[in-house]
């Protein structure tokens, strides 16, 4: 190598040092007794401050493609004053690439102040929708399960053949939740029960019941027994609790262990890449389908390596709390290899679960006014 690439590498090096410290040190990231960087005690405001430059980046991202469609798509959403609770009937409807629809869901998780992810692999998005008035309550994706989470496979008692053989069977459900006004009569609640219903078990038969995995190449005939979630923000008033007809939804299993790349903002991530590329280091550009959801992860790790600081950066220190629904009620036994055939039974169906869920807020009245803001104006 010649003096003027070590030169400016050296240059190189320095900034992206200098822009690392200041974006964790804005985020309450402090030195140890050791002159280490370690993440600061988190609370939900904090968590939320870790996401704010993600979310600004995704908003500037969208900002041409808002400004063209958002003001068919708005329409769609409801105000408080025009919504009769104890009316409210569910349904849910399967979103295909390239529709109106999808564009209104692309519109709706833009509002999440966590941001969405886009998923990855397999992909079922729903609306729900508010079928007695026209609009739309809320929105849900399945999406692929991570290969390792700690807390899921000791719940299942996965070993890793097991694991590799099962996982097919297990989705993840990467966004969840209501808008408003309808997330403030339990409608996130709602949203998280119809994940067990009969329609969702369907829509993945139909999409993906004959499947061939796009990695082992074979046809392992998934079947639909299980979906796991993780809060967003620590502990989770949304799941916990969650009961209907006296079944739970979702059951706790545990927590994550603090570790991910959320707070590495998409600028940051992409100066770390950058750098590595011009290392030629293969780590920048081995990204595809197949190895793996913490690509990202790794990039950064690397990068932080190879530029002499802690790798750990990554851990953030927030557990999320870790949730699986039962599909199929013996969904432990079949995911193991004990049981081959799932029991479906009793399995509930959209109408049945908005049923009970209007009785839940028969006498909530919604007082105030809601008003969509403008996305494109943040």
């Known amino acids: 190598m010649n003096k003027g690439k070590i030169i400016r590498i050296a240059l190189r090096e320095a900034r992206l040092k200098r822009l690392v410290r200041r974006h964790l040190k804005k985020l309450g990231f402090e030195r140890n007794a050791q002159g280490r960087l370690h993440p600061p005690c988190l609370d939900k405001d904090a968590y939320r401050r870790f996401h704010q430059g993600q979310r600004e980046e995704k908003l500037e991202a969208n900002r041409a493609w808002l400004s063209k469609h958002e003001s068919k798509l708005v329409k769609w959403f409801a105000d408080g004053s025009s919504i009769l609770p104890s009316a409210i009937v569910p349904e849910l409807e399967l979103v295909k690439g390239g529709t109106w629809q999808a564009k ?55 070993d890793h053949h097991r694991r590799s053989e099962s996982l097919v ?86 927590f994550t262990s603090g570790w991910g790349h959320f707070h590495f903002s998409g600028r940051i991530f992409e100066e770390l890449r950058q750098y590595l590329i011009y290392l030629e ?7 595809n389908f197949g190895s793996g959801p913490n690509w990202r992860l790794r990039v950064i790790r690397r990068a932080l390596d190879r530029l002499g600081m802690d790798p750990n950066l990554v851990r953030h220190g927030l557990a999320r709390e870790v949730f699986i629904a039962k599909i199929a009620s013996n969904a432990e036994a079949v995911l193991r290899g004990d049981n081959s055939e799932p029991n479906y039974e009793n399995l509930p169906t959209v109408y049945e679960v908005g049923l009970a869920a209007r009785e839940a807020v028969a006498d909530t009245k919604i007082r105030t006014r809601f008003s969509i803001p403008k996305l494109a104006c943040i």
């Open 169 to 254: 069977n297990l989705m993840d459900a990467y966004v969840l939740g209501a808008l408003p006004p309808y997330s403030h009569l339990l409608g996130g609640k709602l949203i998280a029960s119809l994940i067990r219903t009969r329609e969702v078990v369907d829509a993945f038969d139909e999409r993906y019941g004959n499947s061939v995995g796009l990695i082992s190449k074979k046809n392992k005939k998934p079947r639909l027994l299980a979906v796991t979630t993780s809060s967003a923000l620590g502990r989770s008033s949304l799941y916990n609790r969650l009961k209907l007809s006296g079944r739970k939804i979702f059951e706790p299993i545990g």
């Open 281 to 287: 280091d293969s780590y920048a550009t081995a990204f």
């Open 104 to 158: 209104l869901f692309r519109l709706a998780s833009l509002y999440w102040q966590v941001p969405v992810s886009e998923g990855y692999g397999r992909r079922l998005r729903f609306l729900v929708w508010d079928r007695t008035h026209n609009k739309l309550m809320g929105i849900f994706a399945l999406g692929d399960a991570v290969f390792n989470q700690a807390a899921r496979d000791a719940f299942i008692g996965w």
